[in-house]
């Protein structure tokens, strides 16, 4: 699974392409969301106003809307149990 970050107007956005299942992303959001993870501080998911999962199979966005950095959550992204 390849993964890319980059910075928009309103937060970061994550694309993931290759051998990556929306359902998967689904999953890692929704554990976020219910701090049902330790991929990234609990100020860090307190500055995320909003996650937002769009595309398919083979190649699914997730957008972060709030004030975060790129490196925090490519951080995140290395320590999600769900990706890794």
Do not use: H, P, W
Not at 20 to 28: D, F, L, Y
Request: overall charge negative; some cysteine.
């Amino acid at each position: 699974m390849k993964r890319s970050v980059s910075r928009t107007g309103k937060g970061v956005k994550i694309a993931f392409s290759g051998e990556v299942k929306k359902s998967q992303i689904v999953k890692m959001v929704e554990n976020c969301a219910a701090g049902a993870c330790e991929c990234m501080s609990d100020e860090t998911k307190k500055r995320i106003e909003a996650m937002d999962v769009r595309g398919e199979d083979g190649s699914v966005e997730l957008e972060l809307t709030g004030e975060v950095a790129e490196e925090e959550i490519e951080e995140a992204l290395k320590r999600s149990k769900v990706l890794n």
